[in-house]
Each structure stands twice: as structure tokens, then as C-alpha cells.
């Protein structure tokens, strides 16, 4: 297991590295000037040249680029140029409501796909199977633009159940959960689905039914422990996505999240704050894969992991 | 499976994001965006200057038409051309009880003109020599040389003396409210100053929340989780706006200035006839007819309003006339090859954003243009690549829009040759000595009556060339819940009269934040 950790360690660096210097080039490589965005179109020329050279902006992009790594290893990201403050700050404050989120959206994608998924293929071919079809195609071709405003007209103009936007208490997470959840749900129920009809024909299964366990059992703990490792992988990977990619979601429902602080953080030209967006979306990444192939061992106990 | 359970009370736990209730009676007011800084002295955006002055007291505040007003000025004097002095009222407090004087006033304007500050607004004081403070409520500005916009340069919030530099909480202001709280990109709270010094808001607290998304905006105004919406209501969601019980939309003339630019540069567009014909083939009575709904009003002027006192109504006019337009292509040296068929005079490149008002607009004109032989490729880009692209020139056309403009001396700015990017906002390199002439000596005159007649000059020479083609001033349009009463527009788009409305009958939809 330790030999495991050291090894997925020593990749987990350079792919984090790898993604934050592909970052750190292409956003300087686009046009636009983050001085004249703090500044304004109207500020003097001198200013700006002071500026510049205030936030090493006027050096050359190699020993910018040597400045901010050494910053990433010292655990200083430097000011955001929109908030000036901490970018480390800025992003910490929005790390709760997009984790908020993530888990919710996780959470209801869980419980729609999982069950939705058994019972699909357990009634194979059946109008509950048709209809499981349904709604997977519903799912991910409902795009969260339209399903969020059709849920808050539903729920929150409708029948008054939930805010329509912002964060705070539970009831605000449903709407927001739901519209980032459904499309998940979509691919993992039918990822549960395959998978579990795949291990539906396997022998090991008649082996315990013979043992005269009950259907309940065969299907709960033989055959879907087993049908749920290709569903982790794509959980684990869809959760990092879901951390980092619900920047349509959060702003329909007015979400702070990360999300949309990269969006303002590319049209402001903010360098710092666009970095460390990206470093937190990739360590998060890799770590939510790594977490995900230590699930795999605790939902099949005969993987094990070798240094 | 059931251990996945486990993550509900986590989920339950992280749920409990900010929530509240604010006591009394307020207004919930929706933004399309976010604030960077409410610090007057780094404040730059739009946003943070219309909500400014609820904080902030300055010694002069623009009216209702864009007019200046003395505010923590009790009176002020020009004694000569280059010195303005002002006393200030007496008794005004900061909101942490502190008085307002004239160290001051003289503090917030020192800091902004000190470039170890980097204040982006130190350029508007580039004529100030000095501030000296005369007593405890007078202070005298005395400046380098004349330069009769000064005035419009203390619009400034003044803040107490010492007040630290680039921290989360801005400085405490002496206005009408008190900030309470501020999370970027989520939501503003202002509370009710008592001792603000024109009297107490009859409010009790501002609540301003950040709704990026069009849709979310309509639809929180119409579930009520908002009471005001200023000029962020798209002109297709006015209909659906004015069906919501209980809820007014206003509208009112605005100086917001939509114009076509060119680059003066390019061997097609830098021809005066090729943008007298544009200008001829546009028809922007129509464009506001149909794709603005009646929200903007054809623009007669350039770049000012009739609401300016600057401002020229008798120059050239480009009324929609596309045999004219033909002809003025015709006189450029570009015939068109085949008559209506479909070879085109030339093509030209169109730049826009990827707004999508901005891009139905482009499209429209882009048809307008095809029935005079001249082909348009609409290229919409993201803000801050577009905005690149025009200030270094690369473009041949391109649609922007003027905001807020009150000082006439923006001419300066937008015409002299003094003034291409990065030193000003002349981004068509438009260069032509009459009207250099004509922007310096009107800087230097004290007098408003040659000041005018030299602006309506500019003004002509500026239309007569087809400099921009001008297309529309845009409406301010507010959505407002009918409770509330005494709310005003301000041409600007400032928030200056929530200081002043209150509710009628004492009823208010809610006074919970979300």
C-alpha cells in the first residue's frame, strides 16, 4: 500500500506540474493586458509601465514562469489583480460551495443511477428498462442551461419549494444539485446497467444461489460489488469534473464556486488567480483518481495494491 | 452500498452556507456582475461607481441628468484659472463616527496622486501642483494649468486619512449607507447610515446580489427574490417583465452612445466615402424598432447627448438612404461588378464581442450592408481578445459603445492625435490638425460659451468625416417592484436615489437573503 501511494505520489506531481506550466504559457500567449484591465483604458501610460513592472509583468516569460514556480513550492500563488488579495484566499473561500455542490450533484447522481441501473437490468427489455433508456437520453442531452432555468420555473416560480439562486442552506443546493447531477446519473445508470448484466451470466453467481442464498444477496453483494468497479472509475473521474466543470451550473443558480471564478479570472486577464484555479482543478483531479483506486480495493477486496 | 450513506451528514454539514435575515425594510437589487474593489480611490468599473456614491460622500456627486452637484461641499470658489477652493460642511461624520475634514479630503486625492499607490484614476490629476489644507473644513486645489474638467475629477469618495491601502474591507465612507458586507461575486449589504448628514435613508438596508446569468435575473424578479433591476434586462425580456404583478418597468432617455468605428488606416475604410456610405446603409430607426424593442433612441449627435450641454445636434445626418450609399461607393472608386448580382464591392472585417445582443445587431447590419454591394464578415471575439484587437488597430470595423459620458472634454481623449492607444482612446488613429487645435484650446478655455462653440465645431468636423457612424443612444430601463417609491434614474446609472425611496404601505415582498 505505501509503495502504492509513493508510486501514484511521483506521478501525481508532474502531472500537476505539467498542467499548470501548459496553463501558466497559453494564458500569457492570449491576448489582452491584465495592467490595462486593473487600471482602466484610461490610466497613464507611465502608470501602467510601473505597474508592469510592480507585478513582473515586464520581465521575460522563462523567469516569470521560474518566479511562479518557486512561489507554487513555497505555497504563495501571489495576489489575485481583480480582488487583490491572496489567490490562495480567494479560492479557499470558494472551495466549500464547490465541494457543496460536487457532493451534492455526486449524491443525487448515486441515488438516481445506481437503483435505476439494477432494476434495468434486472427487468431486461421491459417497459421499466425502456424507460430507464429514456430517461439516460433525456439526461445527457438536457443541456444544464435550459434543464437549471426549467427546474427553477418548476420548483422555485411554480411551486415556491426552492430559492431560485445563491447559496445558503440545504434548499438552495437541491435545484443546483439536480441540474448538475442528471446528466451524471444518465451515463452511470447505464454504465450499472451493462456492467451488471455482464456479471448477471457469470457462474459464480448460480454457485451462491446453490448455496441458497437469496436473490437479494446474489445480487447485492456478488454480482453488483462486482459490476460497480467500471461505475467507480467513472465516478471518480466525473467527481473531478464535477469540482471544476460546473461553471454553466454555478452561474444559472448564482453558485460561488470555482468555476465561475476562472471564467471572471480568463476575461480579467487575472494571471495568479487563473493558476491557481488550475492547480486546484488538477490536484483535485488527481487526487479524487487516486482516492478512486483506493475504493477499488475496498469495494473488491481481491484487488491489492504492490509497490 | 450503505456506507455510501455516509456522505449525507458530510453533504448536510457543508451545506450551511451564508444565510440570514436582514431586520427592517430594504431593496434587493440584482447586478450582472461582479465588483472588483469599492475602494473610490481604485474603483473603476462601472458597478463599483454606481453603487460609490451610497457609500461614499465626495465633494461633488453627479445629478440625475449627469450634472455636477455639490455634495460634502457646503460652497466652492474658482478664485483664478488654475484655483478652486472648497469649504465642506460641517459635522459630517464617517461612518465610524470620525469627522470629515479637509486633511481629509486633502489625504484621499494625495494618496490617488502618489504612484507608489498605483491608483488607476492618478492620470485625472495630473494637473493638480498642489492641495493645501487652508483650516479644518477648507482646502484649496490649485493646479499646474488650467483645465476646465477639473471639477468632474472630485467625484471621488473621500475617505478618513490614513486609510489602509488594497485590503479586502474598502475604507468606511461618509455616505448615505454603511457597508456590512461584501463577498466578491456574490452579494453587496449595505445598512443605513443614521447620522448621515442630509438625513437618515428611509431604508434600513441595500441588498445588492450578483445574478450573472440573464435568465436567472428575469426569473428572480419574477419569484421575488429581487426588487430592482437597472439596465440588465435584455430588450426581448421587457414583455415578460411588464406581465409580473406588482412590478413597473421604466424607462427613461439615456447617453449610453452606440457607434460604428473605423480604422482610418485601411485603404477601404480610411476613404470618407466608404463611411458615409456605411453610415447611409444602416438603418438604425428600423434596428431599434425591431431587434431593441423601442429601447434606444436614434443618435443625431456624436458621441455626446442631447442631455450634455456640449452637445451639437445640427451636424451632418446619415439617414438611411441606400441609393445615397451606392453612390458615395461609387465616387470611392468601388463599383459594384455586377449590379444586384452577387458579387460584392469589397468585404470588409466587422469585430464585435461575443455578446449576443451585440451579435443579432451585427448580423442585421450586416444584411443592410450586402443591398449596397459591400460584404461583412461578423467576427465575434471574447471581451478581452476583441478589446486587444482594437486598441492595437487590428481591425477594419468594429461596434462599441460609450458609457456614462458627461464630460465633453472626452473628445480629447477620443480624436486627438495625441491620444491613440495606449495614451487615449483615438483607437482609428483619426488624425486631423483643425480638431487637434480645436480639443487644446478648448482645455484651456475658462469660458463655457466658447467652450460650447468650439465642441459644436469639433462636433461637425467630427460627423461631416463619418468618423463613427452613429447609431443609437440607449434607453436606462429599470424594473422596479411598485411598492417602492421615489426611486429616480440617473442618466449614468448611478444608485444614488435608493438613499431616497421607501415603501409604501410598509409592505415588502421579503426581507430575507437567500
Known amino acids: 500500500m505505501r509503495g502504492f501511494f509513493l508510486r501514484r505520489s511521483a506521478i501525481l506531481i508532474p502531472t500537476v506540474m505539467g498542467a ?40 521575460p516569460l522563462h523567469i516569470q514562469y521560474g518566479r511562479f514556480i518557486k512561489g507554487v513550492v513555497q505555497g504563495d500563488l501571489g495576489d489575485s489583480y481583480f480582488y487583490r488579495r491572496p489567490v490562495t484566499r480567494v479560492i479557499a473561500e470558494r472551495v466549500p460551495a464547490t465541494i457543496e455542490l460536487a457532493l451534492a450533484a455526486f449524491l443525487v447522481a448515486g441515488i438516481i443511477a445506481i437503483p435505476l441501473g439494477i432494476v434495468s437490468a434486472l427487468r431486461e427489455g421491459t417497459v421499466l428498462d425502456n424507460a430507464s433508456v429514456l430517461f439516460s437520453l433525456l439526461g445527457v442531452s438536457m443541456p444544464n442551461f435550459w434543464l437549471g ?54 457462474d459464480y453467481l448460480n454457485v451462491a444461489r446453490a448455496k441458497g442464498l437469496s436473490e437479494w444477496k446474489v ?43 476562472l471564467i471572471n479570472a480568463i476575461e480579467a486577464r487575472d494571471y495568479p488567480l487563473v493558476q491557481g484555479c488550475v492547480l486546484f482543478i488538477s490536484l483535485s483531479y488527481v487526487l479524487v483518481n487516486l482516492l478512486t483506486d483506493i475504493l477499488y480495493g475496498w469495494v473488491d477486496p481481491r484487488i491489492r495494491f504492490r509497490g | 452500498m450503505s456506507r455510501f450513506i455516509l456522505i449525507l451528514p458530510l453533504l448536510l454539514l457543508l451545506a450551511c ?62 478664485l483664478d484659472e488654475v484655483t478652486y477652493l472648497f469649504r465642506l460642511h460641517k459635522g459630517v461624520c464617517f461612518h ?44 484649496r486645489f490649485i493646479l499646474k494649468e488650467i483645465y476646465v474638467s477639473f471639477p468632474y475629477a472630485l467625484t471621488v469618495g473621500i475617505v478618513p486619512k490614513g486609510s489602509p491601502f488594497r485590503r479586502k474591507s474598502p475604507p468606511v465612507g461618509s455616505g448615505p449607507f454603511r457597508l456590512q458586507v461584501w463577498r466578491p461575486g456574490e452579494e453587496v449589504v449595505l445598512v443605513a447610515n443614521p447620522n448621515y448628514f442630509e438625513g437618515r435613508p ?65 485603404p477601404i475604410v480610411g476613404h470618407k466615402e466608404v463611411r458615409q456610405a456605411i453610415s447611409h446603409a444602416i438603418d438604425s430607426d428600423a434596428i431599434i424598432t425591431h431587434t431593441l424593442k423601442g429601447l434606444a433612441v436614434e443618435a443625431d449627435g456624436v458621441v455626446l447627448s442631447p442631455l450634455n450641454w456640449a452637445y451639437e445636434g445640427d451636424v451632418s445626418r446619415y439617414d438611411y438612404d441606400p441609393k445615397r450609399a451606392k453612390e458615395f461607393l461609387d465616387a470611392a472608386g468601388f463599383p459594384d461588378p455586377d449590379g444586384d448580382g452577387p458579387c460584392m464591392r469589397f468585404s470588409l472585417s466587422f469585430k464585435t464581442s461575443t455578446d449576443m445582443e451585440s451579435r443579432e445587431i ?25 478589446f486587444d484587437d482594437i486598441k492595437k488597430g487590428n481591425f477594419q470595423v468594429y461596434s462599441l459603445r460609450w458609457i456614462g459620458v458627461v464630460d465633453p472634454d472626452i473628445f480629447y481623449y477620443l480624436f486627438h492625435s495625441s491620444s491613440f492607444p495606449p495614451n487615449g482612446a483615438n483607437r482609428g488613429r483619426y488624425r486631423n490638425p483643425e480638431v487637434d487645435r480645436l480639443l487644446e484650446e478648448s482645455r484651456r478655455s475658462a469660458d463655457k460659451g466658447r467652450r460650447k462653440r468650439l465642441y459644436s465645431r469639433i462636433q461637425k468636423i467630427l460627423a461631416e468625416n463619418a468618423v463613427y457612424t452613429s447609431l443609437w443612444y440607449r434607453d436606462n430601463l429599470v424594473v422596479i417592484r411598485e411598492v417602492f417609491k421615489g426611486f429616480q434614474i440617473y442618466a449614468g446609472g448611478e444608485y444614488t436615489s435608493l438613499k431616497d425611496i421607501y415603501i409604501e404601505g410598509g409592505e415588502v415582498a421579503s426581507s430575507s437573503r437567500p
Not at chain 1, 453488483?224 to 472509475?233: D, E, F, H, K, Q
Not at chain 2, 460622500?57 to 466652492?76: I, Y
Request: aromatic residues 8%.
Open chain 2, 362 to 386: 451585427a448580423q442585421v447590419i450586416k444584411g443592410y450592408l450586402k443591398r449596397v454591394g459591400v460584404g461583412l464578415e461578423v467576427r465575434s471575439f471574447e471581451w478581452g481578445t476583441f
Open chain 1, 149 to 202: 432555468p426549467l427546474l427553477i420555473i418548476l420548483f422555485s416560480i411554480e411551486l415556491g419549494w426552492f430559492p431560485v439562486s445563491g447559496r445558503g442552506g440545504v434548499g438552495s443546493l437541491v435545484l443546483p444539485a439536480i441540474t448538475l447531477g442528471t446528466a451524471l446519473a444518465a451515463i452511470l445508470s447505464r454504465m450499472t446497467r451493462s456492467s451488471l448484466l455482464e456479471r448477471l451470466g457469470e
Open chain 2, 202 to 266: 428611509r431604508l434600513d438596508w441595500v441588498h445588492f446580489r450578483i445574478l450573472a446569468n440573464t435568465t436567472t435575473r428575469l426569473l428572480e424578479m419574477k419569484k421575488g427574490g429581487i426588487d430592482l433591476l437597472q439596465n440588465c434586462v435584455p430588450a426581448y425580456a421587457v414583455k415578460f417583465m411588464r406581465r409580473i404583478p406588482g412590478v413597473r418597468v421604466i424607462k427613461e432617455r439615456g447617453i449610453t452612445y452606440q457607434y460604428l468605428g473605423y480604422n482610418m488606416t485601411d
Open chain 2, 96 to 139: 465610524d463616527g470620525r469627522e470629515v475634514t479637509a486633511e481629509d479630503v486633502q489625504a484621499t486625492f494625495s494618496f490617488i496622486m502618489d504612484p507608489r499607490n498605483g491608483s488607476p484614476k492618478r492620470g485625472s490629476y495630473e494637473s493638480v501642483r498642489r492641495i493645501e489644507v487652508i483650516d479644518r473644513y477648507s482646502v
Open chain 1, 219 to 261: 445480487i447485492m453483494k456478488h454480482a453488483l460489488r462486482n459490476a460497480l468497479i467500471p461505475v467507480i472509475t467513472v465516478m471518480g473521474l466525473q467527481f473531478g469534473a464535477l469540482l471544476s466543470g460546473a461553471i454553466i451550473t454555478e452561474n444559472v443558480f448564482s453558485w460561488p464556486g470555482i468555476g465561475t471564478l
Open chain 1, 20 to 59: 499548470i506550466t501548459l496553463v501558466f504559457f497559453f494564458i500569457h500567449m492570449i491576448p489582452g493586458d491584465p495592467v490595462e484591465v486593473m487600471l482602466g483604458e484610461t490610466a497613464q501610460q507611465a502608470d501602467k509601465e510601473t505597474l508592469r513592472e510592480e507585478l513582473g509583468l515586464n520581465l
Open chain 2, 17 to 78: 452556507g451564508p444565510s440570514g435575515t436582514l431586520p427592517g425594510k430594504g431593496i434587493r437589487v440584482g447586478l450582472d456582475g461582479s465588483i472588483s474593489t469599492l475602494d473610490p480611490r481604485f474603483a473603476v468599473g462601472a458597478r463599483a461607481s454606481r453603487i460609490g456614491p451610497l457609500i461614499y460622500s465626495s465633494l461633488f456627486q453627479l445629478d440625475e441628468k449627469g450634472r455636477l452637484t455639490p455634495d460634502l461641499a457646503r460652497t466652492w470658489f474658482q
